[in-house]
């Protein structure tokens, strides 16, 4: 039974859960009859996983999810190359170096793990997951896509998982715990991640000390770049202009409580 929960669709209006749902399994056939992500950093990727509720499927499918990161990730995948996530470092001294490893840490469905292992072949994915059906989403669609052999999944992440994980060249922890970070990314006690960067979704509205506990972290061994979340234009994505404005403004919503804020952290030379 899918719960009574009301969503934020924008400033003025909201959503039930279930009209959400209902929406998303009417118009994802009508966007991508495939079932293929469309645009973005992950384009052609099988999206296998339309039935899971907890998730805004349309904009990873239409390919706007997350629509602020698309740079970092280029960076990320080694596809964007004039592209310097923090400006300051001279990338003629800190040329970009393939990540050997990824940590995914709130893995969902599997939308970034099995996106970057698909954009990055010589790389292992490592997927943390604390519900346990959604991480089996995860292997499903690693398997999908053909990457199963890249993505290791794991339940819920732990300063002891993460000592677990060797980083053999360079490391890119990507986070996204619903405020779970204050407990995981401890630097102190996580030695590898002063050799990581690290690109984190910090949930203030969760605990208000979140963005400012963990840019104090790290501010000494990394460079710091932030960004906010931003509107997006539907006449950007000719793929819902036959959709009504109302259908149109659900395809791109991502359903957040509030404005959401992301910092890419770039490891300093030791």
Not at 129 to 144: G, L
Not at 241 to 266: G, I, K, T
């Amino acid at each position: 039974m899918i719960p009574d929960i009301e969503l934020r669709l924008n400033d003025e209006r909201t959503i039930m859960l279930a009209e959400r749902i209902k929406l998303e399994r009417k118009l994802i056939p009508l966007i991508s009859p495939q079932q293929e992500v469309l645009t973005g950093p992950f384009k052609g990727m099988r999206y296998t996983n339309t039935a899971l509720v907890g998730s805004a499927l349309i904009p990873k499918v239409l390919g706007s999810y997350e629509l602020e990161l698309h740079g970092w990730m280029e960076y990320v995948c080694g596809g964007g190359g004039e592209f310097v996530p923090c400006g300051q470092i001279d990338q003629s001294f800190v040329p970009y170096v393939q990540y050997t490893e990824v940590i995914n840490i709130g893995s969902g469905e599997g939308y970034y793990a099995v996106g970057l292992a698909m954009r990055m072949p010589k790389t292992k994915v490592y997927a943390f997951e604390a519900n346990a059906d959604v991480s089996r989403a995860c292997r499903e669609m690693a398997a999908s896509n053909g990457v199963s052999h890249k993505v290791v999944t794991n339940g819920a992440c732990s300063i002891e998982l993460l000592n677990g994980i060797e980083i053999t060249q360079k490391g890119f922890v990507l986070c996204d715990c619903e405020g779970c970070e204050l407990d995981i990314l401890r630097p102190d006690m996580v030695e590898a991640l002063l050799r990581c960067d690290l690109l984190v979704e910090l949930h203030d509205f969760v605990d208000e000390r979140i963005s400012s506990v963990i840019k104090r972290r790290f501010k000494d061994s990394h460079a710091i770049e932030s960004v906010k979340s931003t509107n997006r234009n539907p006449m950007y994505y000719p793929q819902i202009a036959a959709l009504s404005a109302f259908e149109r403004e659900v395809a791109l919503a991502e359903y957040r409580p509030c404005e959401m804020e992301w910092v890419f952290m770039q490891a300093l030379p030791q």
